[in-house]
């Protein structure tokens, strides 16, 4: 099991960045997939979730109309869409594959830092 993050790096607050996750070695289109991220000095805590078809998502209060999520179950793929970055979202953020009973898995995170 594979789950790679990329599209992390340093923004101005006000920027946008897009991060991805490709999974491999289990059936993505069956896993809830998630973004979680953790600040310094702080718990890992859920930013998005996106269900197995994609049609229903949560967000984190704090990201509510800035982030979006979406998954392309073809390409076994995860995104998360930020926009209006700032300061706070500084984080490392990770991606994670949940299936009840069956698996949960983790990515090695991406850095974000937003910062003038």
């Known amino acids: 099991v594979q789950l790679v993050e990329s599209g992390g790096g340093s923004v101005q607050p006000g920027g946008s960045l897009r991060l991805s996750c490709a999974a491999s070695?289990?059936?993505?289109?069956?896993?809830?997939m998630s973004w979680y991220r953790q600040r310094s000095g702080k718990e890992r805590e859920l930013v998005a979730r996106?269900?197995?078809?994609?049609?229903?998502?949560n967000y984190a209060d704090s990201v509510k109309g800035r982030f979006t999520i979406s998954r392309d179950n073809a390409k076994n793929t995860v995104y998360l869409q930020m926009n209006s970055l700032k300061p706070e979202d500084t984080a490392v953020y990770y991606c994670?594959?949940?299936?009840?009973?069956?698996?949960?898995?983790w990515g090695q995170g991406t850095q974000v830092t937003v910062s003038s």
């Open positions: 996106i269900f197995s078809t994609g049609g229903i998502t």
């Open positions: 070695g289990f059936t993505f289109s069956s896993y809830i």
């Open positions: 994670n594959a949940w299936r009840v009973m069956i698996g949960n898995y």
